[in-house]
């Protein structure tokens, strides 16, 4: 087959377009379309644009494929963002992706440059312009028919939102385009990822119970039709909303589950993402098992690493500190907290809380009450810019324990335990009837 034979049909397979709807889109004959897609006519220029303009991608595509021009700038933009993202400079990655002329590029590579923009700015802290970005990717992709890359479109907006602290927000937008990728889309794991990562919206904003009841729903679905992959996210995700009901060994058992999933439909490199969530939640348990949250953390080092993910990275740095202050280890865990609150310098996120809280903790264990006040209130800060809901709650109230430890103005203490009291009663009081599910899961023929 002629190359731009293989990639028209690609692109309108892509499209979810017949040739007979392909051709009434693009307003050529039905048999100009079958003879260009079996390589027996010569493309014309001026038909071959309108039918690159119904399918949503360049002429340049059609003829030159992955070597186009637009291709190369594309490439080469998203190669030197990665690089800027290694060093610590997402905000020159934004730069960098935000000079990148979006009107020369089809749906798809329009889609990853948004998506890579969108991530930098979110690491730099521009959580609403992050937010903008994948607004408008969700609606391009969803105007070209392509659901399950609209679906991770989606699920990367509601995650944005929920960590800028607009959870009802996120509920509401969640929904809607739930409702739209479901109605265009065969089941895929972008639908099942979509749908969990909207359960844990429901969780920030309090509406608990609801999200527990429906993740089980989802899990359900999940294991009669889904994939490994997809069962796996789906069990990924209601460890979470068992650890926010306050029940950390079967939180540690759904982890358990995804990680038994490991070796199916190339779910392995979640793997290490999987064990560091496994060390956060060991040790949440009764008792702690710091010994074994260590071992997951070894384990899942070496490819978080190759991966370079300055975020994961300070998330482990953030939780070996907290395991290694329960063992008593106390300049290694103020070291680790350290690195974790250098790797996330610039960037308003709960994770920087986090590791500025674990800081706080780590320096308060070995005597150091004004360092440990400093980096406690910075944590404060940084949970005030981005943090609500009953996740925030658990921070702030281990927040108010830290700096009452520390031996901090009364007041402060206080105020931080006033803030987790707010915090766990946002949103509507959880019930079991809560909104109506979307069911966006068509089992696969």
Known sequence: MHPVSRRLRDARERAGLSQAELARASGVHASYVSHLERGSRAPGRLALSRVAGALGVTVDHLLEGEESASARVVRAALDHARRLHRVGQPAAAAQV?????????????????RLAHAEALDLAGELEASCGLLERTAADLLAARRFADAAYAATRLVMALTEAGEPHRAVARGEELLASVADG??????LLRLESTLVWAYVTRGDVTYALVRSRSLLERAAAHGSARG??????????????????????????????????????????????????????????????????????????????????????????????????????????????????????????ASAHAALGAALAASGDGPGAIKALRVSADLLDTVATGRPAAVLWRRLGDTLREAGDDPQEVALAYRRALTAARVGVRPTLLGPTPVSAFHPVR
């Open 97 to 113: 992706l935000a000079q990148v002329d979006l009107a020369t590029l089809d749906v798809d590579a329009a889609a990853r440059v």
């Open 185 to 190: 889309a065969e089941a895929t794991d972008a």
């Open 231 to 352: 069962l796996s996210s789906v069990r990924w995700n209601l460890a979470f909303v068992l650890e926010a009901v306050g029940r950390p060994q079967e939180a540690v058992e759904q982890i358990d589950g995804a990680l038994a999933l490991s070796g199916a439909d190339e779910v392995d490199r979640d793997v290490p993402r999987l064990r560091l969530d496994r060390a956060h939640l060991l040790l949440a348990v009764e008792p702690p098992r710091p010994e074994a949250a260590l071992a997951d953390l070894d384990a899942s080092r070496a490819a978080l690493e190759l991966d370079e993910s300055r975020v994961e990275l300070a998330r482990a740095a953030t939780v070996r500190s907290r395991a290694l202050l329960a063992l008593g280890r106390v300049a290694e865990a103020v070291t680790a907290a350290q690195d974790a609150a250098e790797l996330l310098a610039g960037g308003q996120r709960r994770d920087a």
